[in-house]
């Protein structure tokens, strides 16, 4: 839906022509900036669509956490196990690419995750809650796979960061999982760069193999949890009082180079770098601020001069990187 | 303006189609098109600068009276105005006078409010704060987050010329309180608060062409910017009352018509999705996308009695829409032909 030329752009061309109302709007067609009776009727047909199954998956999920007492064990089972198998049906009807197939995928996706939360519930297995999202996000990955859809895969990752953030940032240390972690004695905010991590390695591995299902706008999700639990990491290693947390630092900043190097490198997208700047100003402003120990008001006129500053020249390096790229992809 | 083939391909078509008034070549200038997250960035960078700012000089100066205040305000307002005057594409200046802003609006609105025991009179002080920010400040960013300001101003304005209280009520009054007040009154409330939003959203979306020739165009757009960010996250200011984005003061609540309003926030949401969708601004749908699952979680958090009613609600709702998005697309389809 992109427009031949930005809203900035048209009301400078107006505003230097004179241009008449007419004119504006023989201009905002020739650029493509309004969308045609077509454009908006797809446009709404698609929100509703996936509205309408986001909804009803939450319908799901708001039903099974009811703990609705008037109905058996059983028939809460039956009921979301016949959901499921309906959408699995309707998925080989008409299987992804259509329509129908990726929304029965999707909601197939919710319902695993109902299903296993309504088990734990029933069952009282004494699962930690990151159990049970990491059990569903495993469960549920043949569904995504198959759906071949990118709002499928940013429910998964969506679920997948939930277990990360429970796991990794929560320190439930309980359940089997946690064991793996457990023992290690490692600092919160080691872990926490483990999940940095995961979500760094998902978004090199989809940079370089650019499927489909995963666009543009989900590996943008993808980084931005990535550098969310890399600035908790960097905050809390500042903040904390654990020896050897400036390995975690240092590990931060090697994920920060190395994200802002491939992403330099491929030209395509200067989120991923905005992020990492972003990260930066963040977690060298708490840097600043420990390091000064807010000992007097000086510091908070340090501090804001540092923000301003990082904050400008981060806009200034993105503003001219963005005018290059375009530039070359024109 | 940009120099690029497609500017000099719109121009000439504009020329042969007789459109020009002016036929002075076009100054082209480098692009210095922030994305949204740029903006988003360097924005929240300037907020908390200009906080700090105002802290640096409250605890370096010491003004002692309100007097002495207002006028601190008032000169970082009056800086930040020459600093967006002086030079409009350095964008370090930008930052710097849009924390300077940050401050002196605060600085102004601490000034004037010192002493001020009335809800309304605090929240139409700072809408009209905002809207003297809108009009001089000559920068779109600077005026858009004013925009945006006004239109959160404005929904505490009318919920406390509605009911009025101190401004204890301001943070503690609870969704439960506010609900007290009756169904009905709190509908009236939520149309006086958002119907004139909505109308003038529509007004400026449907109109671009319009504004778009004349000079309004510099307050226009940035002031549909940020009523439309109003207009996403809104709601969750909105009548009946909730405390920050969906507060632990508000949870339990029995299901009830109440449930409609958090439902109309999804679709002003939804609203501000599609304006934004006409305005082929990408960054500004999905921020309106985000907002409408921020306010189904409200949703599913506030009404704490009845899950079977939520998820009949949304059962209900969810096939309605699949149902309707199914119609559309078929009329695209038959109105596109075989």
């Not at chain 1, 998964?156 to 953030?165: D, P």
């Not at chain 1, 330099?264 to 200067?270: E, T, V």
Request: glycine share 8%; hydrophobic share 60%.
């Amino acid at each position: 839906m992109q427009a031949k030329l930005n809203r900035t752009e048209l009301d400078e061309l107006a505003e230097h022509y004179a241009l008449e109302p007419e004119g504006v709007d023989v201009l905002l067609d020739l650029a493509q900036a309004r969308p045609g009776r077509r454009a908006t009727l797809d446009f709404l047909a698609r929100v509703l669509r996936i509205g309408g199954v986001l909804s009803l998956a939450a319908g799901i999920v708001f039903f099974v956490a009811a703990n609705w007492s008037a109905m058996a064990v059983f028939g809460r089972f039956a009921l979301l196990e016949l959901v499921l198998v309906a959408c699995v049906v309707a998925a080989l009807i008409k299987p992804p690419p259509s329509g129908l197939g990726r929304a029965a995928l999707l909601l197939a996706f919710v319902t695993t995750g109902a299903l296993f939360a309504l088990f734990g519930q029933t069952y009282q297995t004494g699962a930690d809650i990151y159990e049970l999202f990491f059990t569903w996000t495993l469960a549920g990955l043949p569904f995504v796979l198959l759906a071949r859809w990118s709002v499928s895969s940013a429910a998964w990752f969506v679920v997948l960061n939930t277990t990360l953030m429970l796991y990794c940032g929560l320190n439930p240390t309980g359940g089997l999982l946690w064991l793996v972690l457990g023992a290690s004695h490692l600092e919160p905010a080691y872990i926490l760069m483990g999940a940095c991590a995961v979500n760094v390695l998902l978004w090199f591995a989809f940079e370089i193999r650019e499927i489909p299902s995963v666009p543009q706008w989900v590996r943008r999700l993808v980084i931005s949890c990535a550098f969310g639990f890399g600035t908790w990491a960097g905050i809390i290693a500042i903040f904390g009082d654990e020896k050897g947390a400036a390995g975690a630092l240092l590990l931060l900043v090697v994920a920060m180079l190395a994200v802002f190097f491939y992403a330099r490198h491929r030209r395509a997208d200067i989120y991923p770098i905005a992020v990492v700047m972003g990260t930066f100003i963040i977690v060298s402003v708490a840097l600043l601020g420990d390091q000064m120990n807010f000992a007097d008001e000086g510091v908070l006129l340090i501090t804001a001069i540092w923000l301003i500053v990082t904050s400008t020249v981060s806009a200034r390096v993105l503003v001219a990187m963005a005018r290059d790229w375009r530039g070359e992809s024109a | 303006m940009i120099d690029r083939p497609e500017v000099g391909e719109l121009i000439a078509t504009l020329r042969e189609r007789g459109l020009l008034k002016s036929d002075t070549p076009l100054p082209f200038t480098g692009d210095n098109h922030r994305p949204w997250f740029v903006s988003l960035m360097t924005g929240v960078a300037g907020w908390f600068a200009g906080l700090l700012l105002l802290f640096f000089i409250g605890l370096t100066l010491k003004p002692d009276s309100s007097v002495m205040i207002f006028i601190l305000g008032a000169m970082l307002l009056f800086a930040a105005w020459v600093m967006y005057r002086m030079d409009r594409e350095t964008v370090f200046l930008d930052q710097l006078a849009l924390a300077l802003s940050i401050a002196g609006q605060c600085a102004v609105a601490w000034a004037l409010l010192d002493d001020a025991r009335s809800t309304f009179v605090i929240a139409g002080t700072v809408l009209l704060l905002q809207i003297v920010v809108f009009a001089i400040m000559p920068n779109r960013a600077a005026r858009s987050i004013a925009a945006l300001f006004a239109v959160i101003a404005w929904v505490y304005t009318i919920h406390f010329l509605l009911h009025p209280g101190s401004p204890e009520s301001l943070f503690w009054q609870r969704e439960g309180e506010a609900a007290r007040t009756g169904f009905a009154w709190s509908l009236v409330g939520w149309l006086l608060t958002w119907g004139p939003l909505l109308a003038f959203a529509v007004y400026l979306t449907t109109r671009e062409s319009v504004w778009m020739a004349t000079a309004r165009r510099n307050l226009a757009r940035p002031l549909l910017s940020g009523l439309l960010i109003g207009l996403a996250i809104g709601g969750m200011a909105a009548y009946p009352l909730t405390w920050a984005v969906f507060g632990t003061e508000a949870i339990g609540i029995g299901m009830n018509w109440y449930a409609l309003f958090p439902l109309l926030a999804i679709a002003m949401a939804v609203f501000a999705a599609y304006c934004a969708f006409q305005l082929r601004n990408l960054g500004l749908l999905g921020f309106a996308v985000f907002a409408a699952l921020v306010h189904l979680s409200k949703f599913y958090f506030l009404y704490g009695t009845s899950l079977t009613w939520k998820a009949v609600i949304m059962s209900c709702l969810g096939v309605a829409m699949v149902g309707a998005g199914l119609l559309v697309r078929a009329k695209a389809a038959k109105e596109a032909g075989p």
